[in-house]
T-cell receptor, first 115, second 112 residues
Framework: GAGVSQSPSNKVTEKGKDVELRCDPISGHTALYWYRQSLGQGLEFLIYFQGNSAPDKSGLPSDRFSAERTGGSVSTLTIQRTQQEDSAVYLC?????????????FGDGTRLSIL | GQSLEQPSEVTAVEGAIVQINCTYQTSGFYGLSWYQQHDGGAPTFLSYNALDGLEETGRFSSFLSRSDSYGYLLLQELQMKDSASYFCAVRDQDNQGGKLIFGQGTELSVKP
């Protein structure tokens, strides 16, 4: 079956512009996560959606970052007034619910470069 | 704060055995996972330990000691394709699903 799909795969934009990153999770997965990975670093949690519950936004680094998940499926991560330090790979993952042994399935990410 | 410590890089030869250690300090602990990431690729799930002991899946095994806040990933019969970054990750909340806190990753280089 299809995996997690992210678009665009690459995005280059100028400082100060807004960007939208899209994630299409695996069908039937009710949990969706956004992480950020800088070069040579681990994954930094950003936000987590679980079904119809309020999202866990505790990892968003500033109010320039926001995300929504419409219809319990596709999610969009928006970064407003981008800064150079926002340059990173943004990874989306989805999982079934049912405990910690449910693996997170990752997309290939969006590589964001801010000039 | 929350932190996971793992070696930044490990080198081994084809056919050998390598162990990647992970120590963690988190506000809660509800399981230790391991993920593999090849250069430029998506992380992929390898294993999960919620209870103390060893979990074996083919050439890969993972161990957990909750009293020591410590775990490791053991890779046996190393192959060139095992060259990748390996991340340990802790689930720190007791709910279904929930975010993972990742270590900085261990880059494994397998030499012929």
């Amino acid at each position: 079956g299809a995996g997690v799909s992210q678009s665009p795969s690459n995005k280059v934009t100028e400082k100060g512009k807004d960007v939208e990153l899209r994630c299409d999770p695996i069908s039937g997965h009710t949990a969706l996560y956004w992480y950020r990975q800088s070069l040579g670093q681990g994954l930094e949690f950003l936000i987590y959606f679980q079904g119809n519950s309020a999202p866990d936004k505790s990892g968003l680094p500033s109010d320039r970052f926001s995300a929504e998940r419409t219809g319990g499926s596709v999610s969009t991560l928006t970064i407003q007034r981008t800064q150079q330090e926002d340059s990173a790979v943004y990874l989306c993952a989805s999982s079934k619910l049912g405990g910690g042994n449910q693996p997170q399935h990752f997309g290939d990410g969006t590589r964001l470069s801010i000039l | 704060g929350q932190s996971l410590e793992q070696p930044s890089e490990v080198t081994a030869v084809e056919g050998a055995i390598v162990q990647i250690n992970c120590t963690y300090q988190t506000s809660g602990f509800y399981g230790l996972s391991w993920y593999q990431q090849h250069d430029g690729g998506a992380p992929t799930f390898l294993s999960y330990n919620a209870l103390d002991g060893l979990e074996e899946t083919g050439r890969f095994s993972s161990f957990l000691s909750r009293s020591d806040s410590y775990g490791y990933l053991l890779l046996q019969e190393l192959q060139m394709k095992d060259s990748a970054s390996y991340f340990c990750a802790v689930r720190d909340q007791d709910n279904q699903g929930g975010k993972l806190i990742f270590g900085q990753g261990t880059e494994l280089s397998v030499k012929p």
